[in-house]
């Protein structure tokens, strides 16, 4: 086993935040029993959604491919338990607002019977890293970190680059999550095995597995792990808990000391970031067959009588998940799913758990702070910027929607971490505002990308017209040029012709 | 069951307008108690004229504009003002001259600029500038600090009381009688007058290294300075590049010709650095706010103190100085930008 090293880059600003985690880990992962409904929407992931290959009234086993993919950046849904496909229909979902979206429902048979087929791979070392990854797709793996984009793609477009380290993260910086906190006490071999199962599909000889300084139970099994693999390919690594070294490129910033480009991908510096919980799911998929069907979410906040984590099948509504943690306390208000600082508020507890929710979050109400101040330019926000941005500059700008400014300071780097909300004593809610910002500048592009097409499409057909008009403008002259060929005796008989033509009508 | 719905960030933030500016006047708590004890109750009065003006102006603009009184009101935002006006007049003025450098600060200097968080310059400091040359004699009535000086006739209260209120001494007083150079006043006419600075350090007013009485005012203003930086109120950057932008020109022409130059510490010492840098200078609204940009404005009002007490026609100078640097504020923002991360550094250029 290696002990947890400390030579680290640097991050600008960040918050040191009340965890609130011990919440809920003064339990184990408790397995929330099968409801008896599960609601699978086809996008669970980033990229377009799956396509459903089941009828209604069909019966599945549990692990049984049920939508597939038709596109280049997508994802698998397989079914979490056996039972009889009941509907296909729109039904609350996660995104920010509680739209509907379509979901495969599935009335669950209670005998949780698993599909035949369910084999596992045997000897991933056998398989080369193009045929690894088209097998990790396969079993629907998305990052459960909680941005779930298509994890085979995310490989795919690394191993297209030089590559250096595989970076596992670990840092579950925001306050109140704590599943892969859990995932790591309880399955650390899982995450190790993980590990090397993406070290091979990406020919990687270095891995970083990072947690934070705050996670001394995680850090112990995980070492322990290590020792017992004895894999010296991998090296343990801590960082300060600092909100959000968590963040992808913040969390490479912290580890390799440089940083990722605007715009760019941890790859453009040698990195491939995946979460911990996503090298378990592989090592589950890859290893014992099981697609990714189910996942650990922290049920949590004032709100809920009894948090803990639970290990859940997707597609589990939140009001059963909430139900299985004693229900909901008198004080709960607000229901959140993902962290604090980024999560989503939702209004209705029927959306069912997918591959993103990392933690169900219900929260008393917001305490009155007041209403909005002007900005009096303390700067508090620009000091805590993991970005090193302006953010009283950013609002500035926002507000007369200066878009040329907003682009020159860096509107579209921003992570919307929410440091800056919490520190403001205007109490101005600068990241909605900055959210609402890039929508507006996207819909600008838009505007601006349509306008350049219908000007395109005019121009073309103006090239057009003159093109026709050239062509016609050629015939006509060689029409001319044929005519004058010709001689003048051939003219008279042709004229004749025509004379008589018209005496004989 | 139906739930409530937000935005993110779910917590709830720390700070407040209203705290801070309440932890501002906290923190003058040790500099009012030195002046007082120095230069009498006179600094209560004006305390208080300029907080019923700065109030009034606040309460009539707010009407005015039509914006939410309550909220502006108690946002201490223009008890801070009258705080800082009453600790850069003489503790003896009429209450009009006070009264008119309140509304300025207050009307004019904050709410025609739009406001909290709008005015471009420092209310007080505007204020302030504006009875200085509208009533130059009148700021100029410095009395001597406590000092236990036999010769002279430390005011009583109702004496001081008069004078606020009336512009006038009892018949057994004059003008002449109770007025004294300020040590900057002294030692600026002193160097023109051809005296060395050794020799004008000799006079009874000089302490160890401002003026007597003034250093402590100094010392005891900077106690609340650094515990606005304790609390985070305040960041470091702005003190320290006053401090900077004053001591380095004066410790480098002190070295030079230690004689017809003042020393810095002296100039430290004297008349309103200390305050400036801790709570003039740091009023954010109108200061520079990336940490790079604070440290060249906190530059700038530094230098320019020294330089219009060296070769200005001011004394003192900390209000000319702070108001300039304000106009300059919006360029060094946008000079001083930090590097985003991930950008490299040529980027921001373009």
Redesign the interface.
Known sequence: MSAPTYDLGKL?GGLR?PAEKRLATNQSIQLLPLPEQLFLPLSQHVGDAAQPIVNIGERVLKGQLIAETDSSLSAPIHASSSGKVIAIEPWPVARR?GNRAPCIVIECDGDDKPIDAMESVAGYESLTPDDLLLQIMRGGIVGLGGAVFPTAQKLMAAISGPLDYLILNGVECE?YISCDDMLMRERAEEVIRGAQILMHALQLSKCYVVTESDKPEAIRSLGEAMGKIADDRLILKQVPTIYPSGGE?QLV?LVTNL??????LPTDVGCVVQNVGTAAAIHRWINLGEPLISRITTITGDGISNPLNVSARLGTRV?DAVEFAGG?TDR?????V?G??????????DIPLVKATNCI?V?S???D???E????????C??VC?????P??LFWYACADDEKQLR???LT?CI?C?CC???????I?L??DF?QAKARMLEMADEKARAERARRRFESRNERLAADKQQREEELANQKRQAKSIGSAEIQAMLDRSKEKKEDD | MQFSRRDAPFVTPSQSVPVIMQQVLFALIPAALAHVWYFGFGFVLNLLVAAIFCAAGEYFMLRLRKRAIEQFLYDYSAMVTAALIAFALPSLTPWWVTATASLFAIVVAKHLYGGLGFNIFNPAMAGYVVVLVAFPLDLNLWTAPRMGDLDYHYLTFSEIARYTLTGTFPDYLSFDAISRATPLDSVKSGLVGMQTFQELQTLPMMGDFGGRGWEWIGNFTAMGGGWLLLRKIIRWQIPLGVFAGLLLPAGIMYLLQPGIHASPGFYLFSGGTILCAFFIATDPVSAATSDRGRLVYGFGIGFLIYAIRRWGSYADGVAFAVLLMNMATPAIDYLTRPRIVGHVKDERKT
Do not use: F, W
């Open positions: 600008h935040l607002y306050p490129d910033q940083e990722v480009p605007s715009g760019g009001a909901y709960a208000n607000q229901l959140v993902g604090p600082m980024t999560g989503k508020s939702v209004t209705t507890d979050l929260l109400e917001t305490p702070i007041g209403p101040m002007p900005c009096i330019r303390c700067g508090e620009s000091a993991p970005i090193q941005l302006l009283q500059q020159k300071h860096g780097d919307e929410g909300d919490l520190v403001c004593p205007s109490h809610p990241t909605a959210r």
